[in-house]
């Protein structure tokens, strides 16, 4: 992850960050909704399946979508973001 967006290291966010940057609490982070926009990479993984679901901002939140659309409504670069 670190070289694919060119830093040195990455760690994990800490709950007050994830909630600052996304407005959401971890455990249900949409991809999108966001107060600002998020660089965002969608691992190639996923593409390997018709339907994915992604969290709905709300950890007892999900929704249907697929890759294409994930890219598509996150803005996001495809990448092989690996482990």
Same mark, same amino acid.
């Given at each position: 992850?670190?070289?694919?967006?060119?830093?040195?290291?990455?760690?994990?966010?800490?709950?007050?960050?994830?909630?600052?940057?996304?407005?959401?609490?971890?455990?249900?982070?949409?991809?999108?909704?966001?107060?600002?926009?998020?660089?965002?990479l969608?691992?190639?993984?996923?593409?390997?399946?018709?339907e994915?679901?992604?969290?709905?901002?709300?950890?007892?939140? @999900?929704?249907?979508?697929?890759?294409?659309?994930?890219?598509?409504i996150?803005?996001?670069?495809?990448?092989? @973001?690996?482990?």
């Amino acid at each position: 992850m670190a070289e694919l967006i060119g830093v040195s290291a990455v760690g994990r966010a800490d709950a007050r960050s994830v909630r600052e940057w996304t407005g959401q609490a971890i455990g249900g982070v949409a991809p999108v909704g966001h107060p600002s926009p998020i660089r965002t990479l969608v691992d190639t993984w996923l593409d390997k399946y018709d339907e994915i679901w992604a969290a709905g901002g709300h950890p007892h939140t @999900v929704f249907p979508t697929s890759y294409a659309e994930l890219i598509r409504i996150t803005d996001g670069t495809p990448a092989d @973001v690996g482990e």
